[in-house]
C-alpha cells in the first residue's frame, strides 16, 4: 500500500483499518451495546450508544476503532466507489464508529464537531471514466456524490477534509497508465502536509 | 407496517425484505460466488459477481432478492437516513443485489438499465429538521443527498423514482405529529398509482 510506504517513510506512525481483513462488521445492531440498555422497551441505536459511549459500554471493535480515530491526525479512506459511495463495509464504520457523544454532540456538529482539528481525505477509484463524472456528463460532476461524504459525515464531525484523491476507472486503462496513478498518489502523499483543506461549502460542491 | 397494509388492502402482492430479520450480509465478499471465480488469480468483484449471475452461480440470498425484484413494478426502500445515506445494511442490498447482468450491463444502464419499467420510493426518517434540509440550511437541500441513491443507483438502473416521502424528525416530535405523519403516509399510499415519477435530471436536484 503506497499510503503507508510513503508516509511511515516521512516518520508518521500509522494505523490501518483493513475492514475485509478485519471482517469488520457494518449493520448497526444492539450488539453494539454490551450489557443492559438505556430503554430496553423501545430500542433507539442513536441512544442507547450514545449513553454505553458514556458508560464505557460500546462493542470492543467499537472501541478500538475509536481510539485509532481519536489517535489520528489525519484520516484517509481509500476504498472503490459503489454506487456513487462507499462500499457498505465502509459505511457500517461511519455509521457504527462514529456515535454520539465521540464524534459530535448537538450542538457540537459542524464545525464545533467533537473531531475538529483532524483532517480527512477520501481516496478512491471509480468504474466509470472522468468524462461520465463531469459536469454535465451522464454521472453528473463526481463532487455532488462528495456531499453526503464529506459534508454530510466528515464535516458534521468537525472534520476537515483534503481534497479527494481519484483514480478514474484503472480497470480500463493500460498497466503502464495504472503505475503512473501510483506514482501520482505518492507524489501527492510526500507533499501532503502542505495542503490546506478545501472551503468545504455548498458551493465547492455545486456551483 | 403502513404501506403493507395499504397496498395489500388495495389487492396489491406485497413482499418485504426485512434485512435485519434476514441478518442479511451487506459484505461484498468472494463468499457471494458459489464454486470456482472466474479469474481466481486477481479477484475482482464486479466481474466475478456478474460472471457467477450469468453461470446462476449468485449465492442463494442473492438469487432469493433478485427475483423479489424481478418480480416487483414497485419497491420501496424505508429506513432511517444515517450520514446522509441509508444504513450500511441497506448500502449491502444495493452493492451485492444490483449485480451486472442483473441490473445494468453496458451500455444498457440509465434510461436502458435492465430494471427499466420499474419503480422506486425512497421512504424515510431524518433527525434533523426541515429546517436543517432546506437550500440555505445547515445540512444543504435533502435533495442533494437523493442523487447518489436515486439517480447514482436506481436511474443507473433504468428505474424511474416517484417522489420520496421524507418524516422530518419523529424522535422530536409530539406523539400526536407521528401519528399523523402515519396517516400522511397512508394517504399517500392510496393514490400512489397515480403518480407519475419525478424528472431525474441534475436540475430536480441541484436547481
Redesign the interface.
Known amino acids: 500500500m503506497v499510503a503507508v510506504e510513503e508516509l511511515s517513510k516521512q516518520g508518521c506512525s500509522v494505523k490501518v483499518s483493513d475492514l475485509?481483513a478485519m471482517?469488520f462488521e457494518?449493520?448497526?445492531?444492539r450488539n453494539d451495546i454490551v450489557g443492559c440498555l438505556h430503554n430496553p422497551e423501545e430500542f433507539?441505536y442513536?441512544v442507547e450508544t450514545w449513553e454505553a459511549y458514556k458508560r464505557g459500554d460500546l462493542s470492543n471493535d467499537l472501541i478500538e476503532e475509536q481510539k485509532k480515530v481519536q489517535e489520528a491526525d489525519l484520516m484517509i479512506f481509500q476504498f472503490p466507489l459503489?454506487?456513487?459511495?462507499m462500499?457498505?463495509?465502509m459505511?457500517?464504520w461511519?455509521?457504527?464508529v462514529?456515535v454520539q457523544g465521540f464524534a459530535h454532540e448537538f450542538p457540537n456538529c459542524?464545525d464545533s464537531g467533537l473531531l475538529k482539528n483532524k483532517l480527512a481525505l477520501f481516496s478512491f477509484t471509480t468504474?466509470g471514466s472522468k468524462e461520465m463524472y463531469a459536469k454535465g456528463g451522464?454521472?453528473?460532476d463526481i463532487r455532488?456524490?462528495l456531499?453526503?461524504?464529506q459534508?454530510?459525515?466528515m464535516h458534521?464531525c468537525g472534520v476537515k477534509v483534503l481534497a479527494p484523491h481519484i483514480c478514474f476507472a484503472p480497470?480500463y486503462v493500460s498497466e503502464e497508465k495504472r503505475k503512473e496513478m501510483l506514482i501520482a498518489w505518492a507524489q501527492r502523499l510526500k507533499a501532503l502536509w502542505k495542503e490546506e483543506p478545501i472551503n468545504c461549502s455548498?458551493e465547492w460542491?455545486?456551483k
Do not use: C, V
Open positions: 475485509y471482517q457494518p449493520r448497526a445492531t433507539n442513536g459503489y454506487w456513487f459511495s462500499p457498505a463495509i459505511k457500517g461511519m455509521d457504527r462514529l459542524y468504474g451522464i454521472s453528473g455532488y456524490l456531499w453526503p461524504i459534508h454530510g459525515i458534521f480497470e455548498p460542491y455545486f
